[in-house]
């Protein structure tokens, strides 16, 4: 839940205005205020002064953006780094191709694959065409 509010915090710095926040999050403006009032009040400081026209962060409220984006970047990384770890390609590929194949069209292939799955092997077996069933 935590999170989530940081999430709503950033995006209304961000973006300047809560309105155009709660565009981007799919929530009311009014959900928004609510969600920054009450962070406000668990914090026990205030974090923006409103005016009709604009946002201003309070000292408080750049410090709390800073670490709330810090934060928010980690956890997207880390997610985008073990999202990648188990889509990308591991082990030993092995491929048995006839000697002119193998000479002419496969280098090119795997260093093209190579390039996207860095943690593949290559085993490449030249084989006669009548081996290769």
């Known amino acids: 839940m935590k999170l989530k509010t940081m999430n709503v915090f950033c995006k209304v710095v961000e973006k300047g205005v809560m309105a155009h926040a709660a565009d981007d999050l799919n929530i009311t403006p009014a959900a928004v205020s609510k969600i920054i009032s009450e962070l406000e009040e668990s914090l026990g400081t205030r974090l923006l002064n409103r005016t009709t026209r604009k946002l201003i962060l309070t000292q408080s409220g750049i410090e709390y953006y800073e670490s709330c984006h810090s934060i928010i970047n980690q956890i997207n ?12 390609l591991k082990g030993e590929l092995r ?16 260093a093209g694959f190579q390039k996207d799955s860095l943690r593949s092997r290559f085993r490449l077996i ?7 069933s």
Do not use: R
């Not at 990384?77 to 990308?88: A, G, K, P, R, W």
């Not at 491929?95 to 795997?110: E, F, K, M, V």
């Not at 030249?126 to 290769?132: E, H, T």
């Open 95 to 110: 491929i048995a191709a006839p000697t002119s194949y193998g000479l002419t069209d496969l280098p090119q292939i795997i």
């Open 77 to 88: 990384d880390l997610h985008e780094h073990f999202s990648q770890l188990s889509t990308e």
């Open 126 to 132: 030249y084989m006669m065409l009548s081996q290769i």
